[in-house]
């Protein structure tokens, strides 16, 4: 065909509105057209997520280093000691958790009679308010997290300050006085020590009242109260006052509910409530309303938090925990007890040995397993009715009682009420196969490893919607005719 005959070819397929063929694009069938709606959500969230870490970087490369404390050549070396000189890298741009990585996360409770040259008056000419800045002072929460990408798990170990330790050169004394006195580095050698050697990888240090200025920051936080708190003391200033039940908690409040232990479950009960927040304020951090927010959380974060993490490092957890969610959360407690009430002498939590080791191999990697020999007659077992259904738990017990268990005790002091669809049995101690064992007997629940049960059962059974619905429809195929 010559050149005029294609002209002229293409001049009647423009008046018949006909494409060009050469230049038609092969139409995709229906099946290729639909994008799976969990690929798009995917997609949308890397690109907040990258968008917000854009933005984290760019105010992070103007902006003074986390790291206010200038470690030793030897702590450095520490911290590094298994050749995790790096645990992040980037993929696709954005950072992410290539290797297991143990944090140990310090929470610094600052009086001003603990910081040294402090001056309150001089707040208002330089802008530097010591109780919330400064991380001269005792460590009132002490926790190690694991991230680990090959279970894709985040492990919070509860470490009681009240633990009591051998120091070399330094003799008995609690575990939470340790950073006050020698810093990050060697409280985290302390902690390695009483987990028998377990690694510590990095180090977050913060102050309580720096959490309270975040949690601002986010807009508050959602958590569920145990049950009615109100303390007064005027020589600290620290005020509570918060009613049990669901609540949204401003950070002074909230800081309220993370330091008040002036009840019978002292310092452990309130670890219980500060794993509980912990856990609230991670899940509300990696909201994506609040991911775009990233900027100014870290402009708080500057002022009160000291780290050895890097920007990257932190981006790289923030989308490990995004990717993962809370269903992927385990709470746990280094296991122990005390050796008095603290009446006649120092109160001490006085490590377990033989199950801490089990639970750094089983949730740390480090070491083996011993399985304990758990026997039904002796396991103890706590039930909580959050729905305060009449008559909820009697046959509860009795079934259990049946089965051979009869160290079952009902919560009688529970007051607060939770919708919970789905009834949890909560192994409390960390053996996740025991509260297996009584969910596969019952037939219903759902098994979680937390530590927010009662202090003393090795499993807390909280009875949700699904154990009601079977006691009524047991009840109507039951009930004698009138």
């Known amino acids: 065909m010559s050149k005029v005959e294609v002209r002229k070819a293409d001049r009647q397929r423009r008046k018949s509105n006909k494409p060009n063929p050469q230049m038609v694009r092969r139409q995709p069938t229906k099946k290729q057209r639909r994008m799976p709606l969990w690929l798009w959500l995917g997609l949308g969230g890397i690109g907040a997520f990258s968008a917000a870490g854009g933005a984290f970087l760019a105010v992070s490369l103007t902006s003074a280093p986390l790291q206010q404390r200038t470690l030793s050549a030897a702590d450095d070396a520490f911290f590094k000691q298994n050749g995790k000189e790096a645990f992040s890298r980037s993929l696709l741009q954005v950072p992410e958790v290539s290797k297991p990585v143990n944090i140990l996360l310090l929470g610094i ?5 603990d910081i040294k040259n402090s001056n309150g008056s001089d707040r208002k000419k330089t802008g530097y308010d010591a109780e919330v800045d400064s991380l001269d002072g005792l460590s009132d ?9 090959q279970t894709k798990r985040t492990i919070f170990l509860g470490i009681p ?4 330790i051998d120091r070399t050169g330094k003799g008995i004394e609690k575990i939470n006085a ?8 060697a409280a985290a050698k302390e902690v390695s020590k009483v987990l028998g050697g377990v690694a510590i990888d990095r180090y977050i240090r913060v102050n309580n009242l720096g959490v309270a200025k975040l949690v601002d920051e986010l807009g508050g936080i959602t958590v569920v109260v145990p049950k ?3 303390y007064q003391d005027d020589s600290q200033h620290f005020y509570v006052n918060l009613k049990a039940g669901k609540q949204h908690l401003d950070g002074m409040k909230l800081l309220g509910l993370l330091r008040y232990r002036h009840d019978a479950n002292g310092d452990i009960g309130r670890m219980q409530r500060q794993q509980m927040v912990v856990k609230a304020l991670l899940e509300q951090s990696l909201n994506p309303m609040t991911i775009t927010r990233i900027p100014q959380l870290f402009s708080v974060i500057q002022n009160q938090v000291d780290t050895n993490l890097t920007v990257e490092e932190l981006l790289a957890l923030g989308g ?3 990717q993962n969610g809370k269903s992927k959360m385990q709470m746990l407690m280094m296991p122990g007890d005390y050796n008095g009430d ?8 006085l490590p377990d040995e033989k199950r801490i080791q089990n639970m750094m191999a089983r949730y740390f990697d480090h070491g083996t397993i011993s399985l304990e ?3 039904a007659e002796t396991l103890r077992v706590n039930i909580q009715d959050t729905s305060h259904f009449p008559d909820a738990t009697a046959r509860l017990i009795k079934r259990l009682n049946k089965a051979g268990y009869h160290n079952v005790h009902l919560d009688s002091n529970l007051k607060i009420k939770e919708d919970l669809p789905t009834t949890q049995f909560i192994a409390q101690k960390g053996n996740p196969e025991v509260a297996e064992g009584l969910s596969s007997l019952l037939g219903f629940g759902e098994v979680k490893v937390d530590s927010s049960g009662n202090l003393y059962s090795d499993v807390t059974i909280k009875l949700g919607r699904d154990w009601i619905q079977k006691e009524q429809a047991y009840k109507s195929l039951n009930q004698k005719p009138r």
């Open 109 to 113: 409770k600052t009086n001003l009679s």
């Open 141 to 149: 929460t002490m926790m190690l997290l694991r991230f680990d990408p």
């Open 161 to 164: 300050r009240d633990t009591k």
């Open 178 to 185: 340790v950073d006050h006195e020698s810093g990050p580095a």
């Open 228 to 230: 009615d708190i109100k």
């Open 320 to 322: 490990f925990s995004m």
């Open 342 to 349: 603290g009446k006649h002498g120092t109160s001490y939590w």
């Open 373 to 375: 020999q758990t026997k």
